[in-house]
């Protein structure tokens, strides 16, 4: 709803969504290597006894969810100003 709604005109709609799906794809392929890494660091160095990477993924979904309560309740039409 977000991306629909955050398209400058209709016609750079298609190339939006195509960019949101594109950052989203590469996130998807990152994460888990990025995840696993890390917890592959925390058992080998002793961080937390291994748990680091659940201090880390808290931290990042609480940072997410503080921006994501900062959106707009209603998005806005192309129509508006």
Known sequence: MYISSAAPNK??????????QSVASVQ??????AAGSLFAFSVTNNVLG????????????GIGLYFAAKFP????TH???
């Open 28 to 33: 998807r392929a990152i994460a888990p290597a």
């Open 11 to 20: 016609r750079s709609l298609g190339t939006l969504n195509g960019l949101a």
């Open 50 to 61: 291994g748990n680091f990477v659940y201090v880390v993924m808290f931290t990042l979904v």
């Open 79 to 81: 129509g508006e100003k």
């Open 73 to 76: 309740k209603r998005g806005w």
